[in-house]
């Protein structure tokens, strides 16, 4: 099972460009990288999905490095609207496992 | 527009009552589950279903059971509450039944056993 390891938390001021890193070790080959934002009082919410390099949607970027042990969300220019948890999960098609960890919490400063 | 609910925001129980918390998709969905949410432990994976009537247990099932009779529907059921239970209860759907695929989650029940 591969698990994830993710900060607690992140402070950052609008418009600042915020990283936010997943670490994990044990990822398995066929292991996709699946990034999930969730506001108070809600349900998770899918943002991002991506396998190795880069991924960019609308939303944030993810970068994965050769190794594919860890993942870093990238959120632009971030507004106070993106305060949330980020989740980092890995799961694979076939697997029967997967982790969603304890998630990142991210409050945008004014 | 893909949509989850939970029959209930908020619930309150006794320590002993049996709780039942219910969770429909409209998106004819195969793939339902049920988390647990608790500060400092993220998201916990209780059960999930990849069909009617076909369960699994997944990382915390102890105290807990579902049903699953109709496709929309899965149920999650504390037979006998316990004030360890107290958290939020997050239910979500998907098209497949592993973390690659994505999962549309409903908004949770928030339940306290007293």
């Known amino acids: 099972l591969a698990k994830t390891t993710q900060p607690i938390s992140m402070d950052s001021y609008e418009g600042q460009e915020v990283n936010i890193t997943c670490s994990h070790n044990n990822i398995a080959t066929n292991d996709y990288i699946t990034w999930y934002q969730q506001f108070p009082s809600q349900g998770p919410r899918f943002i991002i999905q991506?396998?190795?390099t880069k991924v960019t949607n609308e939303v944030a970027s993810l970068f994965i490095p050769a190794d594919r042990k860890s993942s870093t969300l990238s959120l632009p220019r971030v507004s106070l609207s993106d305060t949330a948890v980020y989740y980092c999960l890995v799961g694979d098609i076939a697997g029967n496992q997967f982790y969603f960890g304890t998630g990142t919490s991210l409050t945008v400063i004014p | 527009d893909v949509k989850v609910t939970q029959s209930s925001r908020y619930l309150v129980k006794r320590t002993g009552e049996k709780v039942f918390l219910e969770c429909v998709q409209d998106m004819d969905h195969e793939n339902m589950f049920w988390y647990r949410q608790d500060p400092g432990l993220g998201l916990r994976l209780i059960y999930f279903s990849y069909d009617v009537k076909m369960k699994e247990k997944g990382d915390i099932p102890e105290g807990y059971s579902v049903s699953r009779e109709k496709k929309e529907r899965f149920s999650l059921i504390l037979e006998s509450a316990s004030t360890n239970q107290t958290s939020m209860y997050l239910c979500?759907?998907?098209?497949?039944?592993?973390?690659?695929?994505?999962?549309?989650f409903g908004p949770g029940t928030r339940l306290t056993v007293t």
């Open positions: 991506g396998y190795k």
């Open positions: 979500a759907s998907s098209t497949g039944p592993k973390g690659y695929y994505e999962q549309y």
